[in-house]
């Protein structure tokens, strides 16, 4: 599994250059090989139809779309060996047949008539238990009930024919709103009492109103002196404790600041490390991933007797993810999950974005899957550990010779992979290592696997300062993507080579160190701070029972920084030099960053997913009197119709490298045309 228990000698390791290892990519039909599992789903439940939904809207030649929403229930065979990955499993409770019983939520998106579909099907993994499909590939709404006809947007995934699914997996999802939930059992000792072990909550503060923080489990005893409450600014900060007349318990689940009324301070961070008990067997949650898939797939109907709603309909299986469930996507295939019942693959096409260079919270006991590493936020979580990529490699620092394809090459279940990310995975999350090693060399690319960078792209997209101390980069991805689900869909069916990758490499310049700032090429821009502060290759103990998945040194010790982090270098307006540029980067009227520095106390930290948008000026004079470095709007273009042409030529050049489909040129000359840049017309 992702956990190594490292000793302190591992640092005094020489990090000399390995020569990867890239191992073959398997073909989708290849001769799967046999498992001896029981595990699967039982029954599936529909609770509601709503046939058509959109309102009725027709897409196309595919026509009207139906939605189903229910439940599905499973069984996970403790003594399968593949199953037996998943922490605390053993100490989960079993039915008459020997069996571990989970739930989990399902959402189904299908033509009426699925004849006139694709047949392929897109999981969307959800994140945090809401769905973004439509938002992120149809520029839609409707959140996580979407039905109103404007929810469908522009109405690509069903013009194309798509079957979507989502189901829940991430056990810290509460109820409400419509998010998809797991249900999963509570792991006990063999004598049917609590387990007990340490936990940790870190309560990040952006407001003064703040009262009361959460626990994600319950404190095993509200005595004080069993638990330690810290705080500190930065993350770099040595934390100091409060005295446990500062705080206390109002509950087993909340913790509260004294004397009562007293808020948490605004830009600080805050962490408990407490006893806490009844830990959830959260890893089940990756075989309901496989097995709702697998179902949806494969099988005609449950064990009672109803129908699969997508019987005999599926040829293709493909993911889609936005942020934390891609990390949970590494995982997936990282662990063997990406093999059914039968041997048989389960996903054929997996199209990360945001995903960066980690996995996640999960497979562990008192996993809190919600989490996420920023440079500024959850950096004592188990994250970012070796492997960091797909491609299998040794460590120079563990020695292990690991990637997250070990697995499916095994047993011949691997996908073909996209990874894509914005650039602020680089600076918030070291995402340099997914195609670096611990030295900050190259590593080649699995044969099965392609990699792109959004330029100047943040993770997620703003307007206005936020907590941030500049505009925040309003950017976004989705023409993009729509485009690389056509380019996956080609590679899994057709055997079309994708677009070759496009990412900063160290061998020709473009991934280097943030500091110092004239090398990695950021002009000095008036009134906007540059320090370089980005997530640092750490390494941390978390004990000896690491390996098990139990963390038992909370919180962590940190045993030193031995993995080069490294960022995209920038032109001369600040914009990235490598990845897939979108018009507003070749033709920009701004600098866009993919990070950003908070504003408040912790200003010296990264402002977590949001990048910056940083005007030009529009005139020479005005950017001579301001002591700009970057071209005014006026010396670059002269007039609007420039300016226009340029947004032009550089969406066709997406268009004919296949990072952009022709139906979404025309928005982006619109809103070149619309901008109002202060040039003279003509």
């Given at each position: 599994m992702k956990r190594v228990a490292v000793l302190m000698t591992a640092l005094l390791v020489a990090c000399t250059q390995t020569t990867p290892s890239v191992p073959a990519s398997p073909a989708a039909t290849s001769t799967p090989v046999a498992r001896s599992s029981l595990s699967h789903i039982t029954r599936i439940q529909i609770d509601k139809v709503e046939s058509?939904?959109?309102?009725?809207?027709?897409?196309?030649?595919v026509g009207p779309y139906e939605k189903f929403v229910g439940r599905a229930f499973g069984e996970i065979d403790p003594k399968d060996a593949q199953d037996s990955v998943i922490t605390d499993l053993e100490f989960a409770?079993?039915?008459?047949?020997?069996?571990?019983?989970?739930?989990?939520?399902?959402?189904?998106?299908?033509?009426?008539?699925?004849?006139?579909?694709?047949?392929?099907?897109?999981?969307?993994?959800?994140?945090?238990?809401?769905?973004?499909?439509?938002?992120?590939?149809?520029?839609?709404?409707?959140?996580?009930?979407?039905?109103?006809?404007a929810d469908a947007g522009n109405g690509y995934l069903m013009r194309q024919g798509y079957t979507i699914a989502s189901v829940g997996w991430d056990v810290t999802v509460q109820s409400g709103d419509g998010r998809l939930t797991i249900t999963v059992p509570v792991a006990k000792n063999t004598d049917g009492s609590s387990i007990v072990g340490p936990a940790l909550e870190e309560f990040v503060i952006d407001s003064s109103t703040t009262m009361t923080g959460n626990l994600t489990y319950p404190a095993a005893s509200l005595d004080k002196s069993k638990a330690t409450l810290t705080v500190r600014t930065l993350t770099t900060d040595a934390p100091t404790t409060i005295a446990a007349s500062g705080w206390e318990y109002v509950d087993t689940s909340t913790v509260r600041l004294l004397p009562a009324g007293t808020p948490f301070q605004n830009g600080h961070l805050y962490e408990l490390a407490y006893q806490a008990k009844d830990p959830l067997v959260a890893g089940i949650g990756f075989a309901a991933l496989r097995d709702v898939t697998a179902f949806l797939r494969r099988a005609t109907i449950d064990d009672a007797g109803n129908r699969n709603p997508l019987a005999g309909d599926v040829q293709n299986v493909y993911t889609h993810c936005i942020s934390q469930p891609c990390r949970t996507m590494h995982e997936f295939l990282y662990l063997g999950f990406n093999q059914d019942q039968k041997g048989k693959i389960v996903v054929d096409g997996i199209m990360n974005w945001i995903g960066g260079a980690s996995g996640i919270f999960m497979n562990y006991r008192f996993a809190q899957p919600g989490r996420t590493h920023r440079q500024h936020i959850a950096r004592r979580y188990p994250e970012f550990e070796f492997?960091?990529?797909?491609?299998?490699?040794?460590?120079?620092?563990?020695?292990?010779?690991?990637?997250?394809?070990?697995?499916?090459?095994?047993?011949?279940?691997?996908?073909?992979?996209?990874?894509?990310n914005s650039e602020n995975e680089y600076w918030a999350k070291a995402g340099s290592n997914l195609t670096t090693d611990a030295n900050g060399n190259d590593v080649a690319e699995a044969p099965n696997v392609r990699t792109y960078l959004m330029s100047s792209l943040p993770h997620g997209a703003g307007t206005g300062p936020g907590i941030c101390q500049q505009p925040r980069?309003?950017?976004?991805?989705?023409?993009?993507?729509?485009?690389?689900?056509?380019?996956?869909?080609?590679?899994?069916?057709?055997?079309?080579?994708?677009?070759?990758?496009?990412?900063?490499?160290?061998a020709d310049g473009t991934l280097v160190a943030p500091l110092p700032q004239a090398e990695m090429g950021f002009p000095a821009i008036p009134g906007v701070t540059y320090n370089g502060v980005i997530h640092t290759g750490d390494l941390f103990d978390f004990g000896p029972n690491f390996a098990k998945g139990v963390l038992t040194v909370v919180p962590p010790t940190l045993l030193g920084t031995p993995y080069k982090a490294l960022v995209p270098k920038t032109d001369v307006d600040g914009n990235d030099i490598a990845g897939i540029r979108l018009a507003d980067i070749s033709a920009p009227v701004a600098t866009y960053t993919g990070w950003g520095l908070r504003a408040g106390p912790a200003a010296q930290d990264?402002?977590?997913?949001?990048?910056?948008?940083?005007?030009?000026?529009?005139?020479?004079?005005?950017?001579?009197?301001?002591g700009d470095p970057r071209l005014s709007l006026e010396e670059r273009y002269g007039t609007q119709q420039s300016y226009v042409d340029k947004v032009t030529a550089a969406a066709n050049g997406l268009v004919v490298d296949r990072f952009f489909?022709?139906?979404?040129?025309?928005?982006?000359?619109?809103?070149?045309?619309a901008l109002q840049t202060g040039l003279p017309a003509k």
């Open positions: 058509p939904t959109f309102e009725g809207k027709s897409f196309g030649n409770p079993r039915n008459a047949r020997g069996m571990v019983e989970y739930s989990t939520d399902i959402f189904i998106l299908k033509p009426v008539d699925l004849l006139k579909g694709n047949h392929r099907l897109l999981h969307h993994v959800n994140n945090r238990g809401n769905l973004g499909f439509l938002g992120s590939l149809n520029d839609g709404g409707g959140a996580n009930t979407p039905s109103k006809a492997p960091f990529g797909n491609t299998v490699t040794t460590d120079p620092v563990t020695k292990k010779t690991d990637g997250w394809l070990r697995s499916c090459l095994a047993t011949n279940t691997c996908p073909k992979i996209f990874e894509i980069n309003p950017l976004n991805s989705n023409p993009v993507l729509r485009a690389m689900l056509v380019n996956l869909d080609d590679w899994v069916t057709k055997s079309t080579t994708p677009p070759a990758s496009r990412y900063p490499r160290r990264g402002c977590d997913a949001s990048g910056q948008k940083i005007d030009f000026k529009k005139t020479k004079a005005e950017r001579l009197a301001s489909l022709q139906e979404d040129v025309a928005g982006y000359i619109a809103a070149a045309q």
